[in-house]
């Protein structure tokens, strides 16, 4: 994956880079009456956080990965906190990098602000934020009820919404929002008409934002990855199949 990012509201195949230093804390998670806390052992003198969501697998996983490579220390985010943990265990091990675990969900705005809020004081500024969580179901029009479409566009456009209002005031001259839209905004598949439009909706949210953060020297983009057989792929044409 090439780590570069063009000017402001473009579409792209690939994210940014700065650099850090290899000074790292030491950090761990503590859930304390359904809150999320954070512990840190030492400060930190490095110059470059990421926070990711839907981190434990397929794209957000790669790119913890790749920015992990590059120096950044992380804050991971998803749902299976013992995937996190795993994740957290070979990155710290195979990069020498600190990473953060936090385990909220995406569409609900008080766990999204709590978790950014809680954020260890050393790590309260966010140089790269990607937005990746999301969900891809298959389901015609005349199945598709509204409850399915409130909740896709909850996870896979309102959750961008969230962690961008929460994370923006941490960011500074410099910094990223990286958006994960999809291919299929410009291919429209058939059975996917939700899903398809919360990444329109992405593109567009993309776009504003990048005008009104930019004056902030905050670009924000978006990627629109072509189809790629990640996990999640993998167990849907398992269903298919069965």
């Known amino acids: 994956m090439n780590m570069s ?58 790119c913890a990965e790749k920015f992990a490579s590059h120096g950044y220390d992380l804050i991971i985010t998803g749902r299976r906190e013992e995937r996190l943990l795993e994740l957290k265990e070979l ?24 978790a950014v809020k809680n954020i260890p004081e050393e790590w309260q500024r966010i140089d790269v934020l990607i937005n990746n969580a999301a969900a891809d179901p298959r389901i015609e029009l005349g199945k598709t009820s ?41 291919t429209g598949p058939t059975n996917m008409s939700a899903y398809v439009a919360t990444k329109a909706g992405i593109q567009g949210f ?11 020297g905050i670009r924000v983009n978006t990627i629109s990855p072509g189809w790629i057989m990640t996990e999640r792929q993998k167990r849907q044409i398992g269903r298919a199949h069965v």
């Open 146 to 186: 509204g409850t399915d479409w409130d909740r896709l566009f909850a996870r896979n456009l309102k959750a961008y919404f969230l962690t961008s209002r929460a994370s923006a005031p941490h960011m500074r001259q410099g910094s990223a929002i990286i958006n994960f839209s999809s291919i299929t905004v410009h």
């Open 5 to 62: 990012t063009p000017a402001v509201g473009g579409t792209v195949s690939g994210g940014t880079t700065l650099c850090a230093s290899s000074t790292k804390p030491q950090l761990t998670l503590s859930n304390s009456s359904g809150s999320i806390q954070w512990q840190s052992s030492t400060t930190s003198a490095t110059t470059g956080y990421t926070n990711i969501t839907g981190a434990t697998s397929g794209f957000g996983k790669a």
């Open 91 to 114: 990155l710290e091990k195979k990069y020498n990098t600190a990473v953060l675990v936090s385990v909220y969900d995406v569409r609900n705005r008080q766990q999204v602000f709590d």
């Open 206 to 216: 993309t776009r504003s934002l990048a005008r009104e953060l930019g004056r902030r």
